[in-house]
């Protein structure tokens, strides 16, 4: 399963019906890290299954495992591979294996209980015998815990599940190609359960070509654990390549070019629109990527210069910290500060921080589904009221942005891509083209990727028109026919069904080929058919409507400082302009239709019809908004006839209600709806009043 779509959930609802309905008695949970045991437990603690009003721990029994003690009543037992190795040899565990990440082979306490790379041999243990646990999900089972750990997952008498996003070579043999479920990563970003990214590159001279130092030069030389530095000439010239960058060199001016570079980036080209009402500029929440930790505290040095702010702006969050760093996490996830954090390789993996935007890469790895991982902290989904109270300007997550300091995007070849194919290609020419009949890959992928964007942004309503245009489909299902239309299992799936319609004694290689040709034609054409002259418009309107263009270029003067007021001109030209708007669309609006062709029949006029008709003014001409056009009324008014139009109406329906009811020629004089009504409802009482036995209370 893709990155941040949800591994854990998946296994507790599998977990769950596993122990109701296959009278499992026990099962283990197996990880790698104390972290992710910690995650897991919390994930089943907020676990409530579709047919139960309780949660998961109100059913089943949880334990996460903290000593070699094994509850009798525990159903679900989380534990790291570490401790329950420990707990099976009978020795005692360095506390701080349970911290390390298997995939980094930093495994200190481990070292320990290996001689010659090969792990002492689990025996027997009457305490936890091997038909302990009916099932045992392995998490992040694409690590290297089932080749140094493997005789523990040997030792039980269980069925093993794995669990992962990036499965590798290895993977696959030792589950023995027995792939139950797959659920990838484009797959997940057409569901909106993770959102797509886009890669932005900065390079610097010294970053790709490194360069050397000179003899004769006074320069400082650091100890790299203790930091301690030295004044000294150096005695010959040094030169460094990239690869020497950090680790043999430290280039302070490489790294300060990079973040200076980022912020520009940042504020002009990835997020431009992130000023609040004073002009200052909000930093999206953002995680570095650093080689180590001595080059984690020079980056976090430079970013607190660069973007000159506090200590508290930009932190470092790995396992070394004196802060708690589990506390510093939860500041990062749910707080305004910091803004940037600084990581080895503590939120490299299995961390979920949802608000997350920007990753920026300052350093490489060698490890592709190392890299997979990393890249997935920022594909988490979060709704727009949980973003912006730790991101007051931001709207929606619609994507997250890679920053490419260290050429890593390229020399990957990684199982997740951008989607984005055409970004100088506006979203008006991607519909033009696709409805005139290009039918390229790329333009399939960037529409999918425009798409998948703009639903995170719009409203049910706008969702709803969709539906209208389209025949019925939504905006997530138009863009899983966008990428399933160039997808080799699809096209797989559908040219076999074409098959099986030939008798097999006559079918050729070439009836083979003709089928997966049609059957892709065919997707791409279904897809295709969707996209017509009212969905494109439609499309394109709403972006426009949730959408800035943030200008850093043109400058702006004062030409008039007074009070502002509408001249005559200005509200004759709002009038015609709304009365020919009506006129126009008298015969596709059905209230527009009863006004005008009918007024009998106005009551049948009902208030979603008059949303409607507000929702597409505001949409299509939102310089005629109600109380926009009411205004330049009362100019006139005002101004030709010496009247006032004294009452405003309450709301801009009512408003609407009474603007369409004079251009249509119902009423001569332009009233407030809500004033008709109110004197409407005063003469009815009047005249009950009148009478000896209508009289009522003020309630």
Not at 105 to 120: H, T, V
Not at 566 to 592: C, G, H, P, V
Request: net charge negative.
């Amino acid at each position: 399963m893709a990155t941040g779509a949800g591994k854990t959930f998946t296994a507790a609802t599998f977990i769950y019906r596993l122990l109701k309905f296959s009278d499992a008695k026990r099962i283990l949970f197996l990880v790698d890290t104390k972290n992710l045991g910690e995650q897991a437990e919390q994930a089943f603690q907020a676990f409530k299954p579709n047919d139960d009003n309780k949660l998961f721990t109100e059913l089943y029994n949880v334990q996460r495992l903290s000593s070699s003690f094994i509850s009798s009543d525990s159903h679900v037992c989380i534990s790291t591979i570490q401790r329950l190795y420990s707990i099976l040899k009978g020795v005692e565990m360095d506390e701080s294996a349970e911290l390390d990440n298997p995939n980094e082979g930093k495994i200190s306490w481990l070292q320990e209980q290996i001689s010659k790379k090969q792990a002492i041999p689990v025996e027997y243990s009457a305490t936890i015998p091997i038909e302990k646990f009916d099932f045992i999900i392995v998490d992040e089972c694409h690590r290297s815990i089932y080749n140094l750990w493997k005789q523990v997952l040997d030792y039980f008498d269980a069925f093993l599940i794995g669990l992962t996003a990036t499965p590798d070579k290895r993977t696959f043999g030792f589950f023995n190609e027995n792939i139950v479920s797959e659920y990838t990563y484009e797959q997940s970003v057409s569901d909106g359960v993770n959102v797509p990214y886009d890669v932005y590159s900065i390079e610097t001279e010294i970053s790709t070509k490194g360069d050397t130092v000179k003899a004769g030069w006074y320069i400082d030389r650091r100890d790299k654990l203790s930091r301690e530095s030295r004044w000294q000439v150096e005695e010959e010239d040094t030169e460094y390549g990239k690869n020497d960058l950090d680790k043999k060199v430290v280039n302070i001016s490489q790294i300060r070019t990079i973040i200076k570079e980022f912020k520009r980036a940042l504020e002009e080209e990835i997020f431009p629109n992130r000023r609040d009402e004073n002009g200052e500029y909000e930093v999206p929440k953002t995680l570095i990527f650093a080689k180590t930790d001595s080059h984690a505290d020079d980056i976090i040095k430079i970013v607190r210069e660069v973007f000159e702010e506090k200590n508290e702006f930009c932190k470092k969050v790995t396992y070394t910290i004196d802060e708690n760093p589990k506390s510093l996490l939860n500041k990062f996830r749910n707080s305004y500060y910091p803004r940037i954090a600084v990581t080895v390789d503590m939120i490299a993996t299995g961390t979920d921080v949802k608000p997350l935007e920007v990753l920026l890469f300052m350093r490489d790895v060698r490890n592709i589904n190392y890299f997979e991982q990393m890249k997935g902290r920022g594909t988490r989904t979060i709704d727009h009221d949980k973003l912006q109270e730790v991101s007051r300007t931001a709207r929606h997550k619609t994507h997250f942005v890679i920053v490419d300091a260290v050429g890593a995007t390229k020399s990957k070849k990684t199982d997740s891509r951008p989607l984005e194919r055409k970004p100088s290609v506006p979203l008006k020419d991607l519909l033009g083209a696709i409805t005139m009949g290009v039918r390229d890959e790329d333009l399939f992928l960037s529409l999918a990727n425009r798409l998948i964007r703009l639903e995170k942004q719009i409203t049910e309503k706008e969702k709803e028109k969709i539906l209208e245009y389209s025949n019925g489909k939504s905006l997530i299902q138009i863009t899983k026919e966008l990428l399933s239309a160039y997808e080799p299992d699809e096209i797989e799936r559908l040219s076999i069904e074409k098959i099986k319609l030939i008798p097999i004694e006559k079918r050729t290689p070439e009836d083979i080929d003709k089928a997966k040709t049609e059957a892709q034609n065919e997707l791409i054409e279904i897809t295709a058919s969707t996209f017509n002259g009212e969905l494109n418009d439609y499309l394109e309107n709403i972006r426009k409507e949730h959408e800035q263009i943030i200008d850093h270029v043109n400058i702006d003067s004062v030409s008039i400082s007074e009070w502002n007021s509408f001249t005559i001109e200005k509200a004759n030209e709002t009038i015609r302009s709304f009365s020919q708007y009506l006129e126009e669309n008298k015969d596709e609006i059905k209230a527009l239709s009863i006004y005008y062709n009918q007024p009998y029949n106005r009551r049948m006029v009902s208030f979603n019809m008059m949303k409607d008709v507000l929702d597409k003014i505001k949409l299509e001409k939102p310089s005629l908004a109600p109380y926009y056009v009411w205004e330049a009324y009362a100019t006139i008014e005002r101004t030709q006839k010496g009247k006032e139009i004294s009452h405003t109406p309450i709301n801009e329906l009512t408003a609407l209600v009474s603007l369409i009811r004079h251009v249509c020629g119902i009423d001569n004089n332009l009233t407030a709806f809500d004033k008709t009504v109110s004197e409407n409802f005063q003469k009815w009482m009047f005249k009950q009043n009148a009478g000896q036995h209508n009289r009522f209370s003020e309630e």
